[in-house]
């Protein structure tokens, strides 16, 4: 199969650098001269990888399209292509609706919305799609977990949980800030910062079965420190401000339909 990225960014080398490791048969990768540093460094790694001059060259040439370019860019990009009837689109655009990119397209094509994150790189990703699509689903598999969200809105979920990432960075950030107050140095602060939430994170997997109020309970002794930190961030407008924000992405996201 020959695949193909109209926009050569963070997201589209991820995706490359991830699917080049798994096991999914690939003959051909063609990706946008644009973003010319990203486009000769994947050539550079991987024989696979050809970079084409024009973007139309690679909707003539690829089986399965990725189109990644920025929101603000995409009508742009995509109304100035010819694009095969019946080819397979993935897009990967945040807030750009199948309906609205189909009539940019204006040739009848299987379009297919998905959410890859930086992680499908390393094969520790988490990919939501929309609709369901098998292809797309084993495509995916070699990159870590596929989530096929059921409606628009259960996709749209995911995009908006996904929001979270800066916000995840930002809260320890703000806890590694006060460590440094009190004497620890950043590099340790950040390493034990790190170990801590990737045990909480695998302590989460291992345990399906566990609601996340559950694990929280479970962490938490009566009386005990963890319990008095939540009780207090919640009591100060933590959870409630997390989530109106959630909301305001929301709003965004859907008023974009």
């Known amino acids: 199969m020959k695949i193909g990225f109209i926009g050569t960014g963070v997201i589209a080398e991820a995706i490359i650098v991830g699917m080049s490791a798994s096991d999914f048969d690939v003959e051909e990768v063609l990706v946008s001269v644009r973003g010319r540093e990203v486009s000769d460094r994947?050539?550079?790694?991987?024989?696979?990888v050809r970079v084409c001059n024009a973007n139309q060259d690679i909707l003539d040439t690829a089986d399965l399209v990725f189109l990644a370019v920025l929101p603000h860019q995409a009508e742009d990009v995509v109304t100035a292509l010819q694009f095969k009837p019946g080819q397979t689109v993935v897009s990967v655009i945040a807030t750009l609706t199948a309906e609205r990119l189909a009539g940019w397209i204006g040739t009848p094509v299987e379009i297919t919305r998905a959410i890859p994150l930086p992680t499908v790189a390393d094969g520790r990703g988490v990919t939501a799609i929309f609709p369901h699509s098998d292809?797309?689903?084993?495509?995916?598999?070699?990159?870590?977990?596929v989530v096929s969200a059921p409606t628009l809105d259960a996709f749209d979920s995911y995009a908006i949980a996904s929001s979270?990432?800066?916000t995840y960075f930002g809260f320890l950030e703000t806890v590694s800030n006060w460590m440094q107050k009190q004497g620890t140095d950043p590099a340790s602060a950040k390493a034990y910062l790190d170990t801590l939430f990737f045990?909480?994170?695998s302590t989460s997997r291992a345990a399906p079965e566990q609601t996340l109020g559950d694990l929280r309970v479970g962490h938490s002794t009566p009386g005990g420190l963890n319990e008095q930190l939540f009780l207090v961030f919640d009591a100060k407008g933590g959870g409630e401000a997390l989530t109106d924000a959630l909301g305001s992405v929301a709003d965004r996201v859907r008023g974009a339909r």
């Open 135 to 145: 292809l797309l689903e084993r495509f995916f598999s070699g990159m870590g977990r």
């Open 42 to 48: 994947l050539a550079r790694q991987f024989d696979k």
């Open 199 to 201: 045990g909480l994170a």
């Open 164 to 166: 979270t990432m800066g």
